[in-house]
């Protein structure tokens, strides 16, 4: 299937990159990844009848959408990017483990977008995590390494919470041994509504910490300031709409199971107050990327 | 008989809040891994070798091996053995610890009908550790400890996995054991690197990044 393609054509550039080790096969193999992410996106948000489900895949209304912004802004970064790095002074072998990076995490964010699976959705995030860690950390200064340890360690822990998150659903889940979204919705009504409303807690906290929603924010600004131009478009365009889609998919099952004004309330709650913490913080930043960014993520609550 | 040693599991915490050496700290995981190994084995319903490999090579050779010996590593080559300067005398951390670990042996024994779906100890034990290790990471000082922490709670994490008496597919399962692996790894280069630009390992160096001047 052509889905499978955008998961593996960037494993099997990476060792083609490890293999041959050529400074022009960067840009290369991130332009073409890019250049089949837009067609088989362009594909599947064209052609209705193409999408499909299975069991660790699907693409259907709700992630086409996602799936094509991911493209488009990828589309846009790898021709950005190439004179990004052409502009860049820095070793080959740096340039070379930026690609790698760079390709793993816009893997990983499809694979958020397009999993069917919770369980799996939730590795792949944590795989973002790491992926852009390095990117993050790509300038080597004092700043940047403070900013890619805040992130990785915050959202590490962030993550972790929404595992707990994960397991108590799956406690509330009875007698269903399955993480699938299909599955999990159509069985919402015969969940436990105790355990189903602690899980969400733990998930809408696990995920939004990777979202940036205040009041688990902190290492949005940081991350996104010190990242490259080219990593910063990826992580506040792409990555946080990968994180909001899960929280979305589990919103989904909690309408099924019929405890959604709950689940509103909370993410009331968390975006009234990260609309309440960019407006605040806007006031008195001196960095003007960061405001940006602070802003445009903010844009995401609504 | 693996009551006991969920109960050994959740005193271990107790351990880390008291001790500020980061040795001793390293010494708990492998004997977490140990620990986390046993009750596995010991609350297995069918027995398979499939099964008890994979347990082995996650708790035994990961928890307790590999990732104690990486970190004893790091702990010599950063020349940082103790973690005296927390931001709370260890007497309180311990005294907030055991707090937190009676608490969740009191919501092991709450008798209400959602209970009746877990196993009540390794819930209660495994939702203590997690919260004595989210309290240790913010009074913690050297980065280092926080690391540690974090692996102290992914262990409470894997106890509270075992509480739900269904299995994770597979897929899912490495992918968590590989994730946890490589942010472990991560975070230990970090560790390297915060070594050598900021000459030690407090956190409290890693404060520069801020958004906005505070007048004070």
Known sequence: MMINLLLVLPILACILLFLFKQEKLNNFFVIVYAIIHFIV????????????TDRYCH????????????SVIFLAVAIYNKRYMNLEDVAVRRKRHYTYMLLIFVMAMTGVIVSNNLGLSWVLVEATTLASAYLIYFSKTKTSIEAAWKY????SIGIALAFVGIIILSIATGDLN??????????????NHFWLKLSFIFILFGFGTKMGLAPVHFWLPDAHSEAPSPASALLSATL?????????????????AQCDSYARIMMFVMGFLSLFVAAVFIYHINNYKGCLLIHLSKIWVF | MENAFIILFGFTMLYVAATSRLAAHVNVLVLQGILLFLICVLGMNEFSVFNLLFIAFETLLIKSVIIPTFLGGLIKRTKEYRDTEANIHHFYSLFIATVILFAGFLVSSINMPAMKMINPLYFGVSIAVIIISLILITVKHKVVSNVIDFITMENGIFLLSLSVAKEMPMIVNLGVLLDLFIAVFILGLLVKHINTKFDDL???HLSDLRDCEYDD
């Open chain 1, 59 to 70: 693409i259907d209304n709700s992630n086409v959408i996602f799936l094509m912004v991911l």
């Open chain 2, 202 to 204: 407090e956190v409290s």
């Open chain 1, 152 to 155: 990785v360690f915050i959202c």
């Open chain 1, 178 to 191: 399955s993480l699938n979204f299909y599955d999990l919705i159509l069985n919402a009504q015969t969940f």
């Open chain 1, 41 to 52: 996106s362009g594909y599947y948000f064209i052609n209705e009848t193409a999408r499909f």
């Open chain 1, 240 to 256: 946080l709409n990968s994180a909001f889609f899960v929280i979305l998919k589990v919103f989904n099952i909690m309408v099924a």
